[in-house]
């Protein structure tokens, strides 16, 4: 190696912050806003209601009807509906990722959820009746008409949210009943693969920086092709059906068990708006809504998964009232979660000399990092730099550790020595820090670490201080 093992080397150990929630992409709690049984909510009045519920939550999931997205064709909602653009743009002053899916299919929707302009210029399809007994009209997925216009739809979308600052994902699928997936009996044989790989390579073609779900499990579509969109396109996991013993039983969970740790697993609940029917969580054989809840948290932690639900306002006042403890649990343990246990370094470095520092980090949650999913594309690296002072946090100088987080896993712990070194910079007093930076947004830190000694606002965490001297042996104290 090109670097030295100093003689003045000393060895910290960092102090793990335990009790901290940590807002970090592709992880944590989920509100929702639901257009099923009726229309985007007023953005004042939702976040007015939702804003006591999302201390530890850390996206906005849209479901939404193609229909309601684009108004006419080639007008958007995010051009041209102010009370959408509103609800988006107060998610994200919130500090909030998105999250999409837009499905195609009328079932139990308050809209028809394909535009009519698809149906008047040809596409063949059929009536789905509604809750309301009225019939709406759902597309034939291997439609030329329907996929073409869906095709151009998908195109504006992606230049409008393929965006990861802030997207987290999309679940990109969205066929069949409530976009599920399911009831699609009219699909067999070799029908029913051209129209699962005409679905998802229309998102993977363009959706190329965001992460791309897949509804997985039973359904109108077998696990060998959701298993194919898995391995050659770098689909995650999204699974519906959380802490049901009915829809969601050990054979489900082996399924989800046999593909980690390669994918990471989105888990939505199973009961929602369950205010108004406590029958429906009773009746699967739960004394209470807090054993209900605590069945949904219990699987959502055996099966590693990154988010969960709190959903939609009047499910999330229930979550934070009834189960606050339960809230606060998962917020701290889902998803990914890193500390430095370790790190070994020498106090005093010579500018322009390469030195060894030698680090141990673990995760204490029970996710994972998807740094190495295709769209993500190891994004995510160790950074280490040296601090201008103790106040300003600004480096003046960072290096690139070699060292993968999409990797870490509960229960080990990972061993790294790395090059550090520093150019022609002033002698002196330095702060040496640790960052997880985003290598395509200028190598500037984005993900919280679970330890002491964050700087507000830039995520730098200070670990030891370095005096640097130059070659004449000139230093300064710092």
Not at 463 to 471: A, L, S
Request: aromatic share 14%; charged share 25%.
């Amino acid at each position: 190696m090109d670097f030295e093992r100093a003689q003045n080397d000393v060895t910290v150990y960092p102090i793990e912050d335990a009790d901290r929630f940590l807002r970090n992409p592709a992880m944590g709690w989920v509100v929702y806003i639901d257009a099923f049984e009726k229309p985007f909510p007023d953005a004042d009045e939702y976040w007015k209601r939702q804003d006591p519920n999302i201390g530890m939550a850390s996206i906005l999931y849209i479901r939404v009807p193609w229909s309601q997205l684009e108004l006419e064709e080639g007008r958007y909602a995010w051009q041209a509906d102010d009370n959408y653009r509103k609800l988006i743009s107060m998610a994200l002053e919130r500090g909030l990722k998105l999250a999409f899916r837009v499905y195609v299919d009328s079932k139990d929707a308050y809209r028809q959820a394909t535009p009519q302009f698809v149906f008047d210029a040809g596409a063949d399809g059929y009536a789905n009746e509604t809750k309301n007994g009225v019939s709406f009209r759902t597309p034939y997925v291997l439609d030329a008409v329907f996929q073409a216009k869906f095709a151009k739809f998908v195109e504006a979308f992606a230049s409008e949210y393929d965006k990861s600052d802030i997207v987290d994902f999309i679940d990109a699928q969205g066929l069949g009943w409530w976009g599920e997936m399911h009831n699609l009996g009219y699909l067999i044989g070799a029908r029913k693969k051209r129209a699962f790989q005409w679905i998802v390579r229309l998102y993977s073609d363009h959706f190329r920086h965001v992460l791309l779900g897949g509804q997985y499990g039973k359904g109108s579509f077998g696990f060998a092709l959701q298993e194919w969109a898995i391995r050659e396109l770098g689909y995650v996991i999204r699974r519906d059906s959380f802490g049901s013993p009915i829809w969601f039983k050990p054979g489900d969970k082996r399924k989800i068990a046999a593909l980690w740790p390669s994918v990471p697993v989105f888990a939505e609940n199973c009961y929602h708006t369950f205010a108004g029917r406590p029958e429906w969580y009773e009746g699967d054989g739960f004394p209470t809504l807090r054993d209900m809840m605590a069945r949904v948290v219990q699987d959502a932690m055996e099966m590693r998964a990154n988010t969960l639900d709190l959903r939609n306002p009047e499910d999330a006042e229930l979550w934070v009232s009834a189960a606050p403890d339960l809230v606060r649990d998962f917020a701290l343990r889902c998803g990914y979660r890193f500390v430095m246990t370790e790190l070994t370094y020498p106090v005093e470095m010579e500018a322009g000399r390469a030195y060894a520092i030698r680090h141990r980090w673990k995760n204490v949650g029970v996710g994972k990092l998807p740094n190495e999913n295709r769209n993500w594309r190891s994004k995510y690296r160790l950074s280490f730099a040296l601090l201008s002072d103790r106040d300003s946090g600004v480096p003046v100088c960072r290096t690139l550790a070699d060292a993968e987080p999409g990797e870490w896993l509960l229960g080990s712990e990972y061993a790294y020595e790395s090059r550090f070194a520093c150019g022609d910079i002033p002698a002196g007093g330095y702060d040496l820090a640790v960052a997880l930076v985003n290598t395509e947004r200028g190598d500037e830190p984005e993900i919280a670490l679970a330890m002491e000694g964050e700087l507000p606002d830039r995520r730098w965490y200070k670990i030891g201080r370095v005096n640097v001297v130059n070659e004449k042996g000139g230093e300064a104290n710092g």
